[in-house]
C-alpha cells in the first residue's frame, strides 16, 4: 500500500514537464504595499458564483459572466438579472463602438453579443482551435481586438497545471473583425492573463500571471512591434488589469503574497511540481490561501496604493479591480458577488 502510494506520487505519468526556475525575491510588504484592511469596508453584490471580471457602462450598470455561462447586469442599485448563456464560461468583456458586447470566453473563444435583439445574438469571431482558453480583452482604436490566450496547453478548469509547468504557452493576439486576420503579436508568455491599452492607446499592456509582471508591448511609435516590461515583481499572482480615472492602471492579484510564497518554494524543485500535479485538484485549491489584494499602477508601472484583505474575510481572491467616479468594483475568480468599494473613503493620501 505505502510503496504503491510512493510510486503513484513519484512515477506516474502527469502532463507537466517543469524545469527548475528560480524566482524573484518578494517585494517588501511596504510603502504602498503595507499591509491594510480597506476591503473590510466592501459592500458585497451578490451575483453567482464565479464572478471573475467587471464591467460598467456610462450608465453605471454593472456586467459580470459566471462559471455556469451566464452573463449577467445589475442597474445602478438592483440586484443582477440574466441577459444571455454563452454556454461556455464568460471572462472579460467590453462594449465596441456600435454597442455590441465582445467577450472572452475561455470556452468558446472570443464572441460578440448584440444585446438589442430578442434573443441576444451570439457570434463567434475566433473560436477555440484558435484560442484555446480566451481570457481577456481590450479594443484598440481602429477595432483591431487584443486578446490573451491564457494557454495554448491547458484549459481553464486545468491552469493549475499550467502554473506547475511554468511553460511559455501564454499569447497576445491581435484579431480584426471581419477580415479573418488574427496575429499573434507576444507569445511565450508564462499565462497571458490580463490586457489593457494604455491611456495613449499607442501601446498595449498584458499580464504574465506565473512571472508576477505586467509587460508592454507597443503597437505605435519608433519603437512599435517591441515589448519591455511595464511593472515587475508583484507581491501576487496578477490577473486583469484595467484603466482608472487618474491616469494609472489598477491590476487584480487573484492570489496574494501568501501563496506566491508556496509557489517560490516549488519552483526551483520540478520534482514537488511533478507530485503536487499528481493529486486532486482540491489540494491545490487548499495551498492557495484565499487574500484580498489589489494594486494600482502609476503611468510608469510603479505601485502607487493597493487595498487589501490579507486574512481572505471580506473579499478573496481579486481577479478583477476597475474603478470608475471613484468607486471601486472587484471581481472574484472563486467568489459568489462583486465588490463595490467607495475608494473615496477608503482611500488613504
Do not use: C, K
Given at each position: 500500500m505505502i510503496v504503491g502510494a510512493l510510486a503513484y506520487l513519484f512515477l506516474w505519468p502527469v502532463p507537466v514537464d517543469p524545469e527548475p526556475?528560480?524566482?524573484?525575491a518578494p517585494p517588501p510588504l511596504?510603502?504602498?504595499?503595507?499591509?491594510?484592511?480597506?476591503?473590510?469596508?466592501?459592500?458585497?453584490?451578490?451575483?453567482?458564483?464565479?464572478?471573475?471580471?467587471?464591467?460598467?457602462?456610462?450608465?453605471?450598470?454593472?456586467y459580470t459572466g459566471l462559471s455556469d455561462g451566464r452573463i449577467r447586469r445589475a442597474e445602478p442599485g438592483g440586484a443582477f438579472e440574466d441577459l444571455v448563456d454563452t454556454g461556455g464560461r464568460p471572462l472579460e468583456m467590453i462594449f465596441d463602438a456600435e454597442g455590441r458586447l465582445v467577450v472572452?470566453?475561455?470556452?468558446r473563444g472570443l464572441l460578440r453579443i448584440d444585446l438589442d435583439t430578442d434573443p441576444p445574438a451570439l457570434e463567434t469571431l475566433a473560436?477555440?482551435?484558435?484560442?484555446?482558453?480566451?481570457?481577456?480583452?481590450?479594443?484598440?482604436?481602429?477595432?483591431?481586438?487584443?486578446?490573451?490566450?491564457?494557454?495554448?496547453?491547458?484549459?481553464?478548469e486545468e491552469y493549475a497545471l499550467d502554473a506547475l509547468d511554468h511553460g511559455p504557452n501564454g499569447r497576445l493576439f491581435r484579431i480584426v473583425p471581419g477580415s479573418g486576420r488574427a496575429e499573434i503579436v507576444v507569445d511565450s508568455l508564462r499565462f497571458a492573463n490580463g490586457v489593457?491599452?494604455?491611456?495613449?492607446?499607442?501601446?498595449?499592456?498584458?499580464?504574465?500571471?506565473?512571472?508576477?509582471?505586467?509587460?508592454?508591448?507597443?503597437?505605435?511609435?519608433?519603437?512599435?512591434?517591441?515589448?519591455?516590461?511595464?511593472?515587475?515583481?508583484?507581491?501576487?499572482f496578477p490577473d486583469n488589469i484595467t484603466r482608472d480615472d487618474r491616469g494609472g492602471y489598477w491590476?487584480?492579484?487573484?492570489?496574494g503574497p501568501k501563496a506566491r510564497r508556496n509557489y517560490d518554494f516549488m519552483l526551483p524543485r520540478p520534482w514537488i511540481r511533478r507530485i503536487v500535479a499528481r493529486l486532486p485538484a482540491w489540494v491545490s485549491k487548499a495551498v492557495q490561501r484565499p487574500q484580498g489584494f489589489a494594486v494600482r499602477l502609476d503611468a510608469e508601472g510603479r505601485i502607487t496604493e493597493s487595498v487589501q484583505d490579507l486574512s481572505g474575510t471580506y473579499f478573496a481572491h481579486t481577479s478583477h479591480a476597475l474603478e470608475r467616479d471613484g468607486v471601486l468594483y472587484l471581481g472574484s475568480l472563486h467568489g459568489r458577488a462583486i465588490g463595490r468599494l467607495d475608494y473615496r473613503n477608503a482611500h488613504q493620501p
Open positions: 526556475v528560480q524566482p524573484p511596504d510603502g504602498p504595499l503595507a499591509p491594510n484592511d480597506r476591503l473590510a469596508a466592501v459592500e458585497l453584490l451578490p451575483a453567482g458564483h464565479g464572478p471573475e471580471a467587471v464591467f460598467v457602462d456610462s450608465a453605471g450598470r454593472v472572452a470566453d475561455a470556452e473560436g477555440p482551435r484558435l484560442l484555446n482558453f480566451a481570457d481577456a480583452l481590450d479594443l484598440a482604436p481602429d477595432g483591431s481586438i487584443y486578446v490573451t490566450d491564457a494557454s495554448a496547453v491547458f484549459g481553464m489593457s491599452l494604455t491611456h495613449d492607446r499607442r501601446s498595449v499592456l498584458v499580464v504574465e500571471t506565473w512571472r508576477y509582471r505586467v509587460l508592454e508591448y507597443a503597437i505605435a511609435g519608433p519603437d512599435s512591434g517591441q515589448t519591455r516590461v511595464f511593472a515587475g515583481n508583484l507581491p501576487g491590476v487584480g492579484l487573484t492570489n
